[in-house]
């Protein structure tokens, strides 16, 4: 039996400021709309482009929402705010474990077992059972995957390259969070189990703030007793509120820009944080003296307290 999906209690503010400079008219996807999805909701939004151009929005076969516009001579400037609801509870409440047999499962993700351009599962066949073998199959081989690259691979900011494998990485033992992505789905798609690249914002929501410039952050998800479940091989500790932007076989389907032609990014400013959607609006100037994150204690605004204390979801700290 399903769990029951937990309330959208939490209200994270995200969003991005970015600009191009073009020197010919240049085709454009961005994927910077979060997915439709069960544990996250759009309350409101707003998306500019200066100067104004036609933007058309689709569903790509991942389905990710994608924005495709061309851009014109000079520079375009895009900026994307919205708020969002999301659980109180880390992304691993409800966990379920079990793998369904290759032969049972459903026909659209059988793509999430098989190599791809980053994810070179089978250059990993031999290094994956030597490693991971004897671990029991589901959730607890899912688990010391992640262990294994969160372990072994070093953290290295600005050390990411288009054309590093999953194989490479462990080779090098080095990358960044798309590195330590594609190298947990890798070993998870030798087991046969369908595993899949996500973007998106990860706010510092009960978890202390680190210091560092917010970004987009790669993880991934594996489906697991019936349903897409999140792991990050980087932090290796279960977050709350993650807001999930795109997914697909490697960063070559979550990719938050792809250009053809020549343009390059003159601008990029993005940020997550949770707010008081009494205090804060869509276009305020992002001030992270307004956030209720960036501590170990997950904190509510003051008219949500005594409610969230009374359901049990947690516990507040002034």
């Known amino acids: ?6 309330p959208l209690v ?3 503010r995200a969003g991005l400021d970015l600009s191009y400079y073009a020197s010919a008219p240049t085709p454009i996807i961005l994927l910077i709309k ?8 759009i309350e409101k939004e707003q998306l500019s482009c200066e100067p104004q151009v036609p933007m058309e ?3 790509d076969e991942h389905g990710n929402i994608v924005q495709r516009f061309v851009l014109p001579i000079g520079q375009t400037t895009v900026r994307h705010d919205m708020f969002v609801a999301v ?3 880390p992304e691993n409440h409800g966990a379920v474990d079990g793998v369904i047999p290759i032969a049972e499962l459903p026909a659209k993700l059988l793509r999430y077992t098989l190599p791809s351009r980053y994810c070179d599962s089978d250059k990993l066949l031999d290094f994956a059972f030597q490693q991971f073998g004897q671990v029991a199959h589901g959730l607890e081989r899912v688990q010391a995957i992640c262990d294994w690259v969160h372990q072994n691979i070093e953290y290295r900011w600005g050390a990411g390259s288009p054309h590093t494998s999953a194989s490479e990485i462990i080779k090098q033992r080095f990358g960044v969070c798309r590195d330590f992505a594609h190298t947990a789905i890798a070993l998870c798609r030798t087991f046969n189990l369908p595993a899949r690249y996500v973007t998106g914002y990860v706010p510092d929501v ?6 560092t410039p917010m970004d987009f952050h790669a993880y991934f998800q594996v ?3 019936g349903r897409w479940q999140t792991f990050d091989a980087r932090f290796n500790v279960p977050r ?3 807001i999930r932007i795109a997914c697909g076989l490697d960063a070559v389907d979550g990719a938050f820009s792809t250009l053809y032609g020549a343009a390059n990014l003159v601008r990029f400013e993005v940020w997550g944080y949770q707010v008081d959607p009494d205090e804060v609006n869509l276009g305020d100037p992002v001030d992270l003296s307004k956030r209720l994150c960036g501590t170990r204690a997950l904190r509510f605004p003051k008219g949500q307290q005594s409610a969230a204390t009374t359901s049990g979801l947690v516990e507040t700290q002034p």
């Open 223 to 225: 489906f697991l007793g």
């Open 10 to 12: 939490v209200t994270i």
């Open 206 to 211: 009960g978890y202390l703030d680190p210091g």
């Open 240 to 242: 709350i509120g993650r």
């Open 57 to 59: 929005e689709y569903e």
């Open 1 to 6: 039996m399903m769990p029951a999906d937990p």
């Open 87 to 89: 659980p109180a509870v």
């Open 34 to 41: 979060p997915r439709l999805d069960r544990w996250q909701h």
